[in-house]
């Protein structure tokens, strides 16, 4: 009996259920495979194809080299490969995302077809999406009591990495050599380590030094106080669920407050897993009415928050940051998102799009539910009034200016926490840093208004 890994969100081989699986089904091999897909792989731009290209890489080292790679749509490719290998079963991890699950079930059918088992076994999360739900049965909708509920639910220990297993020679496609080679040569940024390795590296090192911070740090863009894990959680180099047990029985604030994030993305997952049409639309109908400005007509606004010119210091910071490495600190995601939702007007698609298409880690659930959940339309609680003023935020989180001075030089050369401010400074533009392109209280008084209109 031959079995099939086929590697999705799940590039490691530490903690893997589906291999576990595989390999029990697999008495005379398993084969890993990695299809790349081109709906996913066109549509996820220069930064995340390289990423999702040099994981691939470092997985098919995890894999000892016997990581198959074909290129083309999954329901013929895992079944072309299926029958070629003449495997009996395909394993999985769970796919939850509205794409993902729509492709999982025609390559199930195409393989029931020629008498293949799918075998799905765990998934990218310590608790699958769907799985907490309120006494009604009904997904949560608000954060702390899903984090609750998802606690009191617990989750699994890590699998154990099972041993011997027989592992087939690698039959990738030469093409799809050509477009991992590509993918990492057309990557703007600087990519982080990629694998498995590197992300149990980054966890440890994260653990051992700044977890002991991470409740006051995580809020400090000017400071590594965060985990920059996020780019190896989207691709399976490591499962939560490793982190988590790592942090059994750990009572300090600091790890209470790290799971809690871990938590979020939880939620975000189950949301979208729950409710597939909230990729794209407002999850909550109570802004349908809401009057949004359309891209073009403010294009000269959004280029500016796009190139990170619109004379705000923390947001073209962030902006910038996110151009130049493909990652931003989670604080700053927030008050960009604000500033393009209530300064320029903008309904938040336009934006959770950009940051897709610019971000390492970028993630339809976190991303497109972080937007939602800064525009009012998705989970928040106390929604739409909050709108963040970016000079208080700059000053509160970024009190020295140091994250604004690092990342626009024309600042450089203004002090302290005046570097939120340059209007208050006499040199503050003497190295051609824009003025503000917008009055933020004028533009926080219009989305008000805007949203008053909708009562
Ligand atoms: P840490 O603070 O070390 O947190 C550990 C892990 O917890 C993260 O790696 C992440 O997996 C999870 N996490 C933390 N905060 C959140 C959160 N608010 N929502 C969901 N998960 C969280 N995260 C992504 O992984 N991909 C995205 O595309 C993404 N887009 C975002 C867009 C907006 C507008 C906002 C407000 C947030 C977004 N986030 C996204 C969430 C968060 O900003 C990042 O997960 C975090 O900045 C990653 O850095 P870290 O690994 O150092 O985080």
Wanted: aromatic fraction near 10%.
């Amino acid at each position: 009996m031959t079995s099939v890994l086929w590697l999705r969100r799940d590039l490691r081989r530490r903690d893997l259920p589906a291999l576990d699986a595989a390999a029990d089904a697999g008495a005379d091999g398993v084969r890993v495979l990695f299809v790349i897909d081109p709906v996913l792989w066109d549509s996820a731009g220069p930064v995340r194809r390289g990423w999702l290209a040099a994981s691939v890489r470092a997985a098919a080292q995890s894999y000892d080299g016997r990581l198959s790679v074909r290129v083309g749509d999954p329901e013929t490719k895992v079944a072309a490969f299926a029958h070629e290998v003449g495997a009996d079963s395909v394993h999985v991890s769970a796919e939850t995302t509205p794409y993902g699950v729509r492709r999982d079930r025609r390559v199930r059918r195409r393989l029931a077809e020629r008498d293949v088992a799918w075998v799905a076994t765990g998934s990218p999360y310590a608790v699958g999406p769907g799985r907490v739900t309120t006494r009604q049965g009904r997904p949560y909708r608000v954060f702390t009591p899903f984090a609750r509920a998802w606690r009191e639910h617990g989750w699994a220990d890590p699998a154990t990495s099972p041993r011997g297993v027989r592992l087939g020679e690698d039959r990738s496609e030469a093409r799809a050599a050509i477009r991992l080679d590509r993918a990492l040569a057309d990557c703007p940024v600087e990519l982080p380590t990629a694998g498995e390795g590197a992300a149990l590296r980054r966890w440890r090192a994260f653990r051992d030094a700044e977890l002991a911070d991470y409740a006051d740090g995580r809020d400090r863009p000017d400071r590594p106080g965060t985990s920059r894990l996020s780019p190896y959680l989207k691709v399976g180099a490591i499962h939560p669920r490793t982190i988590l047990a790592d942090l059994a029985g750990a009572r300090s604030e600091a790890a209470r407050s790290f799971v809690d994030e871990l938590a979020w993305r939880e939620f975000y997952a189950d949301v979208l897993s729950c409710e597939p049409e909230s990729a794209w639309r407002d999850l909550r109908p109570e802004l349908g009415s809401m009057r949004y400005d359309a891209p073009g007509p403010v294009a000269d606004l959004v280029e500016a928050w796009k190139t990170g010119r619109t004379g705000f210091p923390i947001v073209d910071a962030g902006m910038r940051q996110l151009a130049e490495t493909g990652w931003m600190h989670n604080r700053v995601r927030m008050i960009t998102a604000s500033f393009l939702c209530k300064d320029v007007h903008v309904w938040w698609p336009a934006g959770a799009r950009h940051f897709l298409d610019h971000l390492i880690d970028g993630d339809l659930a976190s991303n497109n539910h972080g937007w939602q959940w800064v525009a009012g339309t998705g989970t928040d609680a106390a929604p739409y009034p909050r709108v963040f003023n970016p000079v208080t935020q700059g000053r509160t989180f970024d009190p020295e200016g140091d994250y604004v001075r690092r990342w626009v030089p024309e600042l450089a050369h203004v002090s302290g926490r005046r570097a939120h401010e340059p209007w208050t400074v006499a040199d503050g533009y003497d190295r051609g840093y824009p003025r503000p392109v917008l009055d933020h209280a004028e533009e926080r008084a219009e989305a008000l208004r805007r949203y008053g209109a909708t009562r």
